[in-house]
C-alpha cells in the first residue's frame, strides 16, 4: 500500500481555491486570503508560504494570488 506524499497544505489550499471558483478572481482570491488568514495555524500558513516560494506548480494560481495578497 502506497500514501500520499501530497503536502496537505496544498491539498487544503487547493481544495479552497475550488470552493471559490465561482468568484471573479480578485474576489477569489480575497475569499481564500481570508479563509487561510482566519482558519489555519501560523504554522500551516508557513508551509504554505514554502510551497507558494519553491515555485509548486500543483497549486491552483488563485492560491498562488492569495498568498501574494496575505504577504502585503
Known amino acids: 500500500m502506497t500514501h500520499s506524499t501530497v503536502p496537505a497544505e496544498r491539498r487544503m ?13 480578485d474576489h477569489a ?5 481570508g479563509h487561510v488568514g482566519r482558519f ?9 508560504y514554502d510551497l507558494v516560494d519553491a515555485g509548486d506548480d500543483a497549486l491552483d494560481p488563485l492560491v498562488v494570488a492569495a498568498v501574494r495578497l496575505m504577504r502585503i
Open 13 to 25: 489550499a487547493n481544495d479552497i481555491a475550488r470552493n471559490h471558483g465561482h468568484l471573479p478572481g
Open 40 to 48: 489555519w495555524d501560523p504554522r500551516m500558513r508557513q508551509r504554505l
Open 29 to 33: 482570491a480575497e475569499a481564500i486570503a
